[in-house]
Nanobody, 120 residues
Framework: QVQLVESGGGLVQPGGSMVISCAASTSAISFYTMGWYRQAPGKQRELVARITSRESTNYADSVRHRFTISRDNAKRSVYLQMTNMKPEDTAVYYC??????????????WGTGTLVTVSP
């Protein structure tokens, strides 16, 4: 079982920046794909960004060139740096890890979410 703890959400003005973080409980995090999803009110949860164990990344079209995902395996953490934020970025952001990738016991784990609000 892997526990995930998100931090760093809150209120930011349009055009502003914010970094959210997620710390995982497993020391084997280097074998996991890590990612961020978000869910806005009345909408389905959607992928924001994902980073593999080899640090290959992919982003939702809506955030490409504004958001950057990164990971630090030594700190068991994944980060989402958000810039030029828009009101439509308002959502609960969820950390997700999947792994150990390719192993028989591969599973997906979710954090409890952190609220990000973009408003004047």
């Amino acid at each position: 079982q892997v526990q995930l703890v998100e931090s760093g959400g809150g209120l930011v003005q349009p055009g502003g920046s914010m970094v959210i973080s997620c710390a995982a409980s497993t020391s084997a995090i280097s074998f996991y794909t890590m990612g961020w999803y978000r869910q806005a009110p009345g909408k389905q949860r959607e992928l924001v960004a994902r980073i593999t164990s080899r640090e290959s990344t992919n982003y939702a079209d809506s955030v490409r060139h504004r958001f950057t995902i990164s990971r630090d395996n030594a700190k068991r953490s994944v980060y989402l740096q958000m810039t030029n934020m828009k009101p439509e970025d308002t959502a609960v952001y969820y950390c997700n890890v999947v792994g150990p990738v390719g192993w028989a016991n591969e599973r997906s784990y979710w954090g409890t979410g952190t609220l990000v609000t973009v408003s004047p």
